[in-house]
């Protein structure tokens, strides 16, 4: 029993079957390659990226770590600020009340 068409024929391929073969392994090949550059580059530019973003983070910690101890510097220059300021109102409160009392003693009570 034979197949379908000569079996004589279906032996050889006609050269233009085998051109379009190679034709398409060549075009396949060129597109793998470029594709594969392009995958290369890409995963190096990640790698740089991720660099950058570790970089950032680290900074950034870094920064918020000096907010941190800059607004602690702050609030204890505020605390003594306060501080100050209430002796301060303290002593004009005193120096007041001593004046109101050297006022209101009559002038021949005065040494």
């Given at each position: 029993m034979m197949g379908l068409g000569n079996g004589r024929r279906s032996m050889k391929s006609p050269p233009l079957v085998l051109a379009a073969l190679v034709a398409c392994i060549i075009v396949l090949g060129?597109?793998?390659?470029?594709?594969?550059s392009r995958s290369v580059d890409l995963q190096t530019r990640i790698?740089?990226?991720?660099?950058r973003v570790r970089r950032?983070?680290?900074?950034?910690?870094?920064?918020?770590?000096?907010?941190?101890?800059?607004?602690?510097e702050l609030e204890k220059q505020r605390e003594q600020l306060d501080k100050?300021?209430?002796?301060?109102?303290?002593?004009?409160?005193?120096?007041?009340k001593l004046y109101q009392d050297e006022k209101a003693r009559p002038a021949w009570f005065s040494s």
């Open positions: 060129f597109n793998y390659w470029i594709a594969s790698v740089e990226l991720e660099g950032a983070a680290a900074e950034r910690g870094a920064v918020e770590m000096k907010k941190n101890e800059f607004q602690g100050i300021q209430s002796s301060h109102n303290f002593q004009m409160e005193s120096v007041n």
